[in-house]
Structures are given as C-alpha cells and as structure tokens.
C-alpha cells in the first residue's frame, strides 16, 4: 500500500520560510517522478513543482526563483522548500508520486502566509 505523509505546514508571515516534507512508502521511490501540488480555496489544484528519477525540477511560473524541491532517495523523502512567501502561496500542499502511470497523493498539508 502506497502511503505518502506531508510535514512542515503552518502559518507564516510573508516573507518567510517553511520546508514541507513528504515520507514515501509502499512505492519504489527511487524511480518515481515526485511532485508538489497546491490547491488554495475556490481555486484549482495546480502544479507548484516536479521532480524526475533523475532529479530533473520544473517549477510553476510563479514560484520560480522562490521555491525549490528536492529528493533524498536513501530516505524516500521529496522537500519543498519555500522562501519569500507571498499572501498568494496560501493553500493546501499535497505530495504527488506518479509511477507505471498512476498518481498517489497525500492528504495534504495547509499553509498559510498571513501577518
């Protein structure tokens, strides 16, 4: 059974740093493509940032030069580390793993950017 667990969610001023973490098991983790994705109210869920096997990133428009995501194959893990928050940043991250075409996710975890 696939499981992926998000951490590191909270509530900071704009401006500031948080780094979200997803735990992998149940999945070959060496040879997924890794993602984060958000989804803010009333909003879609988009793509924030991808991760090949290789390490290859892809960021979205508007996280680029803010945002960068990272994986430690030896402990399954994907990060997301996030500078300068912005207001708009605010939304629930989930973790994506996509492998021999399909996707799992996490449950999610929310981040909020507020003063």
């Known amino acids: 059974q696939v499981q992926l667990v998000e951490s590191g969610g909270g509530l900071v001023q704009p401006g500031g740093s948080l780094r979200l973490s997803c735990a992998a098991s149940?999945?070959?983790?060496?040879?997924?493509?890794m993602g984060w994705y958000r989804q803010a109210p009333g909003k879609q869920r988009e793509l924030v940032a991808g991760?090949?096997?290789?390490?290859?990133?892809n960021y979205a428009d508007s996280v680029k030069g803010r945002f960068t995501i990272s994986r430690d194959n030896r402990k399954n893990t994907v990060y997301l580390q996030m500078n300068s928050l912005k207001p708009e940043d605010t939304a629930v991250y989930y973790c994506?793993?996509?492998?021999?075409?399909?996707?799992?996710w996490g449950q999610g975890t929310q981040v909020t950017v507020s003063s």
């Open positions: 149940g999945i070959i983790f060496s040879i997924a493509a």
């Open positions: 994506n793993g996509k492998l021999g075409g399909v996707d799992y």
């Open positions: 991760i090949t096997f290789r390490g290859s990133t």
